[in-house]
């Protein structure tokens, strides 16, 4: 009996860590650019390119220029990719501004020409700048904004531009005049205008990439990074525009309830519970398996293709949120350059290859089986799961992942990271290492050169502050944060 009480306790406290700072009130006003900048760029994005497969809260204007062609779409990654492969963040970043600038006066250029040749000159030089905007906001999301910041600046870019996307058929429908998409576009870039400007005005704020090595643990996050992207950006979409049995409004407003739910459940499971990334992707890739499953019996029973369409978003939300905070402060915490630019180019890699193969099907005028996507990608998924121990055992193990669950990464070693979470003062810090190292309070006392009452003293605030009554509970409870 005792056995499984400890079995279910180190369960628990694999799922669920006591320790929480993800709070509304650790966001600074000083980087507030920065997070709305993330915010309204998701935004942007999704006004042309994103989500692969159609769900596009596009303007009719550029709808007639861009077309199905996903050449400006390549162009953007590829130019986003190949901007920090060569400068460095505090530069780029900075930059971000004129490309801003460039970007609003290709849009309104637009607005007064017929697309033709000169328009589709001005897409290509805008796409680059986009490209150069949304990678600059990617580093500063990374490298800038704390944990709290990434948190709920992610939960808003996941949450604005699908509400928008559910009320694209009101907006259409009310239309008369001018195009409200443009409308909202153009808000959206002239705020983006003031926040690259605040950005630039304040660039020694932004920290650079060092040339350190990453630990090898944490290169596991790439297939990780992988999975998550593919199945939720790429494959779930297209699986999604094949449902034919049902019309695209409905699909997406259950989608959109899908991915609502999702985010209700990172609040509850992740912000109020403090539950293990780890566990959390692997739920978004139970929902992933469960939609691709009721993806193949919608075949027989169409209306079961809107549970998938719930499921589908259930997933992208967990998964998406979860992997871009994840990545976000292990890239802050390490400050590499070869790891932060290995995660950008292979992140590339991933969506233009996943692009790729969904446009060379279409282009061929075959259709994509529905059984044999679901059944390709219930594999990747059952893959990932017999080897989520590994990646577990790689992402969780490491010194880093105890920053998930503080406002922001720490840069001290692991044991005094904790330390502090205890709230221990310096001196209680000292005294707590010594005893870590098996040294009595008296020859603590001779070493720091202190009364022996104030040393008993420290002692009694250590264990109080720690909830524990011995020196063996001490060790037992850092004993992790030693190594």
Not at 2 to 27: D, G, P, Q, V, W
Not at 386 to 402: A, R
């Amino acid at each position: 009996m005792l056995l499984h009480e400890t079995n279910l306790k180190a369960f628990l406290s694999l799922a669920f860590r006591s320790a929480n700072s993800l709070k509304i009130k650790a966001i600074s006003r000083r980087n507030l650019p920065f997070a709305w900048g993330w915010v309204a760029t998701s935004i942007w994005l999704y006004a042309y390119f994103l989500p692969m497969g159609g769900f596009a809260f596009d303007a009719g204007r550029f709808k007639a220029i861009v077309g199905d062609s996903p050449i400006y779409f390549y162009i953007m990654l590829i130019s986003g990719c190949l901007i920090p492969l060569f400068l460095d963040g505090k530069r780029f970043v900075a930059a971000s501004f004129y490309s801003m600038i460039i970007a609003l006066a290709c849009f309104i250029t637009v607005l007064f020409v017929q697309p033709g040749i000169l328009s589709n000159i001005l897409m290509l030089l805008t796409v680059p700048c986009i490209g150069h905007i949304f990678i600059s906001h990617v580093y500063a999301f990374f490298m800038v904004l704390n944990n709290s910041e990434k948190f709920y600046s992610m939960i808003l870019a996941i949450l604005l531009p699908k509400i928008l996307m559910f009320l694209k058929p009101v907006f259409v429908r009310r239309q008369s005049g001018l195009d409200p998409t443009l409308i909202l576009i153009s808000f959206i870039m002239l705020t983006l205008v003031c926040s690259t400007y605040f950005i630039k005005a304040n660039k020694d704020t932004i920290p650079s990439c060092q040339k350190v090595k990453a630990p090898i643990k944490a290169y596991s996050l790439m297939p990780v990074t992988f999975v998550i992207f593919t199945l939720n950006d790429v494959i779930a979409p297209a699986t999604l525009q094949q449902m034919n049995q049902l019309t695209k409004n409905k699909i997406e407003a259950f989608y959109f309830f899908g991915i609502l739910a999702g985010l209700a459940v990172i609040l509850l499971m992740q912000n109020l519970f403090s539950m293990n990334i780890c566990l959390m992707l692997n739920l978004s890739l139970a929902f992933l398996v469960l939609a691709f499953v009721m993806d193949i019996i919608h075949i027989q029973y169409p209306h079961v293709g809107l549970v998938s369409a719930v499921c589908f978003g259930i997933a992208y939300s967990i998964g998406i949120v979860n992997i871009y905070y994840l990545t976000g402060f292990m890239i802050k915490k390490f400050k590499s350059s070869s790891f932060y630019r290995f995660g950008i180019l292979f992140s590339t890699l991933y969506y233009l290859g996943s692009s790729l193969f969904v446009q060379f099907i279409s282009r061929n005028g075959l259709i994509i089986s529905s059984i044999l996507m679901a059944f390709v990608s219930i594999f990747i998924v059952i893959l990932f799961f017999i080897m989520s121990p590994l990646f577990i055992k790689m992402l969780y193990s490491g010194e880093w992942i105890d920053d998930a669950y503080r406002s922001d990464v720490t840069q001290c070693s692991r044991l005094e990271a904790k330390m502090k979470d205890y709230k221990l003062t310096n001196a209680e810090m000292e005294v707590c290492r010594l005893l870590l190292e098996g040294y009595t309070l008296r020859q603590i006392s001779g070493i720091v050169s202190k009364a022996y009452a104030t040393i008993n003293t420290y002692c009694t605030s250590i264990y109080r502050k720690m909830n524990i009554n011995s020196r063996t509970e001490l060790l037992q409870l850092l004993q992790e944060y030693r190594k």
